[in-house]
C-alpha cells in the first residue's frame, strides 16, 4: 500500500506544480512596470518608456508566455479576484507588447488601422487555451454581464493613448485589486484634464468612457445603479465647491464628454 502511495504521488506532482507555478503577484510585470512607467500630475497619469521598455522585450514576452500557460481548467478555479487581476494584466500587457510592434514608427493606436488590422481586433493573443483579440478580453471575459460586474474596470484596462486611465506602476493582485481599483477611480476623476464640473454650464464634463460604456455602471456595485450615482458618489472628486458637489449628489447637472485622446502615452512625448 506504501509503494502504491508513493507511486501515486510521483504521478501527481507533476500537475501539483504545474497548477501551482503561475505567479499570481505577476512579479514579472510589476517589475517591468516599475521600471518603465512614469507617474505623472500627482499621480492621475502615466506614460510609458516605450524605448526603454523595447530593450526589455524578451522579459516582457516570457510573462505573456506564463499567462498562455494557464488553462482554462486551473482558471475556473481561482477565485474571482484572481482571475480578474490575471485577465486586466494580459490586456494590459498585450497592449503594450502590440505597440512595441510598431514602436517607434507609431503616435497612435489607430495607426495600426481602424477598419483593417485594427489594434483591438488583431488575433494575436494566445490566452486560456484560445487565440484571442484584445476585445476578447475585455468585452467577452472582463465585462461578461454576471461574472465581475465591476464598472471600476474601465479604469484600470489601459489602451496605449493619453485619454485612457493610467497604466499603474505594478501589476493587479487579487489581495489588493479593490483597493487599487478604487484608487484607479480616485485617480481618473481628479484628473481636471479629463473630468470635471462645469459651473458656467451647470454640467460635468467628462471623459467618453462614461459614454461608450454608460450601462456598465448600472451593476449595483455599493449600491450604484446609474452612471448619475455614479458620479453622485465621487462629487467631491469631480468639483472642488461643496455646493457644486450638492448638484452633482442630488443628480441635478447636465453632462457632457471630452473628445477622447488617442495620442500614444509614450514618455518622450
Not at 113 to 138: A, S, T
Amino acid at each position: 500500500m506504501t509503494r502504491l502511495f508513493l507511486i501515486m504521488l510521483m504521478l501527481a506532482l507533476p500537475f501539483a506544480r504545474a497548477h501551482a507555478q503561475f505567479d499570481h503577484q505577476h512579479k514579472a510585470w510589476s517589475e517591468l512596470l516599475k521600471k518603465h512607467v512614469v507617474v505623472i500630475d500627482g499621480g492621475k497619469a502615466s506614460q510609458v518608456r516605450y524605448a526603454a521598455l523595447a530593450r526589455d522585450r524578451e522579459a516582457l514576452k516570457a510573462y505573456l508566455a506564463s499567462l498562455s500557460k494557464v488553462s482554462a481548467a486551473e482558471f475556473r478555479d481561482w477565485s474571482k479576484e484572481q482571475q480578474l487581476a490575471f485577465l486586466i494584466n494580459a490586456y494590459n500587457a498585450h497592449m503594450v507588447e502590440l505597440v512595441l510592434t510598431r514602436y517607434p514608427n507609431i503616435k497612435s493606436v489607430w495607426d495600426f488601422g481602424k477598419i483593417f488590422n485594427n489594434p483591438f481586433r488583431q488575433r494575436f493573443i494566445r490566452l486560456l487555451g484560445r487565440d484571442m483579440h484584445l476585445d476578447d478580453i475585455e468585452h467577452g471575459m472582463i465585462r461578461a454581464k454576471g461574472v465581475y460586474d465591476d464598472p471600476r474596470i474601465h479604469f484600470a484596462v489601459s489602451c496605449a493613448s493619453i485619454g485612457c486611465p493610467k497604466l499603474r506602476d505594478e501589476a493587479y493582485v487579487a489581495d489588493r485589486l479593490d483597493q487599487q481599483l478604487e484608487n484607479q477611480v480616485v485617480q481618473f476623476l481628479s484628473d481636471r484634464s479629463r473630468n470635471r464640473y462645469k459651473a458656467e454650464l451647470n454640467a460635468l464634463e467628462v471623459s467618453e468612457i462614461f459614454k461608450w460604456y454608460a450601462e456598465d455602471f448600472s451593476s449595483g456595485l455599493k449600491s450604484i445603479n446609474s452612471r448619475e450615482q455614479f458620479f453622485a458618489a465621487y462629487a467631491s472628486l469631480l468639483a472642488d465647491h461643496s455646493e457644486h458637489q450638492k448638484l452633482i449628489r442630488d443628480q441635478k447637472v447636465d453632462i457632457r464628454f471630452f473628445g477622447y485622446h488617442w495620442g500614444l502615452n509614450d514618455a518622450k512625448r
